[in-house]
């Protein structure tokens, strides 16, 4: 390898961690759940990428949190670590999770131009959340 090869190695590996990378390759919680108490999938209109977020609620918590979508490394390992950060939660009507606590998750330099690709799933995330509130679902527990 020659040194303009290790530096742009070097490059990739500070912008895309370890975190970020295993994320993509293995992303947890992908895939659709039968019945969804919500739902919502939103897309980059800079790409066309597309996230979709599906909850499962039960006594008030998060009980399940998939994804489906097409997107790059980016999207996808947030969308993967957000159904990480939000199984269990409570759910209520503000933010369950801020846009500095996913990117922290991502432990990766993310570049303003890229930010979008980051915090798509957390629109997607609140978007359900949102439409779970609208839909009465928080009065039934
Ligand atoms: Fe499309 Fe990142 S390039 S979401």
Avoid at 7 to 17: E, F, G, H, I, V
Avoid at 27 to 43: M, Q
Avoid at 68 to 90: H, R
Avoid at 98 to 121: G, N, Q, T, V
Wanted: overall charge negative; glycine content about 6%.
């Amino acid at each position: 390898m020659d040194n303009e090869s290790e530096n742009a190695t070097d490059r990739r590996q500070t912008l895309y961690s370890d975190t970020l990378l295993d994320h993509f390759r293995n992303p947890r919680n992908y895939g659709s759940l039968p019945f969804p108490d919500t739902a919502y999938e939103e897309f980059n209109p800079l790409c066309g990428d597309r996230i979709r977020i599906e909850l499962k609620i039960s006594h008030n918590r998060i009980a399940a949190a998939r994804f489906v979508g097409d997107g790059c490394a980016i999207s996808i390992a947030a969308a993967s670590l957000l159904t990480e950060l939000v199984l269990d939660a409570e759910i209520a009507p503000g933010d369950l999770v801020s846009d500095e606590e996913l990117l922290a998750s991502l432990k990766s330099d993310i570049k303003p131009s890229r930010m979008k690709c980051a915090l798509l799933p957390l629109e997607a995330f609140r978007s359900c959340v949102k439409l779970y509130f609208q839909s009465g679902g928080g009065k039934s527990v």
